[in-house]
T-cell receptor
Framework: DTAVSQTPKYLVTQMGNDKSIKCEQN?????MYWYKQDSKKFLKIMFS???????INETVPNRFSPKSPDKAHLNLHINSLELGDSAVYFCASSQVTTAYEQYFGPGTRLTVT | QQQVKQSPQSLIVQKGGISIINCAYE??????FPWYQQFPGKGPALLIA?????SEKKEGRFTISFNKSAKQFSLHIMDSQPGDSATYFC??????????FGTGTRLTVIP
């Protein structure tokens, strides 16, 4: 069984479009995250979210917004896509008490043309 | 600003050798230091983690050495195998759920 799943695995779109990436975890974790990994493999947290609090990395443009319909899902919506948004986006989850132990999804490679 | 500095950027080791990856930090609020392993096309996966009140932790062939006074920690992979070829990230946790990653080390183990 897949612990953290993401769809789609690949996403190719044009500048200016709006797109969403879905994430689901079946680990019963209470906290979920979105990370961006750029072409140099640098991994940067974008958001962390549990049922109490959304923490947004201040460097993330407000074109990016997480949406959580329930504890097991945290989707990433991106408005007005730009070339610089091209990257691999990872969803992850953990228990808030062991946040150093995060379980990552397989990633979504986003290419903006 | 890079919260966790990692070196080297890439590392080539002969099979059976020791791989050593180093990380340094400044923020004394960090309270947990995990290492993650990432294979191509996959998400990172937790390898081993250490608390700052412990100087060394060993799990199989993987050992973390932690020097609190120097604000440095390192990953040692003993008897390195071709299957260990991956990108390794050190990280540091601050607050409830903020994990800061190093820039990654691409390890290649030559048969």
């Amino acid at each position: 069984d897949t612990a953290v799943s993401q769809t789609p695995k690949y996403l190719v779109t044009q500048m200016g479009n709006d797109k969403s990436i879905k994430c689901e975890q079946n680990l019963g974790h209470d906290t979920m995250y979105w990370y961006k990994q750029d072409s140099k493999k640098f991994l940067k947290i974008m958001f962390s979210y549990n049922n109490k609090e959304l923490i947004i990395n201040e460097t993330v443009p407000n074109r990016f917004s997480p949406k959580s319909p329930d504890k097991a899902h945290l989707n990433l919506h991106i408005n007005s896509l730009e070339l610089g948004d091209s990257a691999v986006y990872f969803c992850a989850s953990s228990q808030v008490t062991t946040a150093y132990e995060q379980y990552f999804g397989p990633g979504t490679r986003l290419t903006v043309t | 600003q890079q919260q966790v500095k990692q070196s080297p950027q890439s590392l080539i080791v002969q099979k059976g050798g020791i791989s050593i990856i180093n990380c340094a930090y400044e923020n004394t609020a960090f309270d947990y230091f995990p290492w993650y392993q990432q294979f191509p096309g996959k998400g990172p996966a937790l390898l081993i983690a250490i608390r700052p009140d412990v100087s060394e932790k060993k799990e199989g062939r993987f050992t973390i050495s932690f020097n609190k006074s120097a604000k440095q920690f390192s990953l040692h992979i003993m008897d390195s195998q071709p299957g260990d070829s991956a990108t390794y990230f050190c990280a540091a946790k601050a607050g409830a759920n903020n994990l800061f990653f190093g820039t990654g080390t691409r390890l290649t183990v030559i048969p």
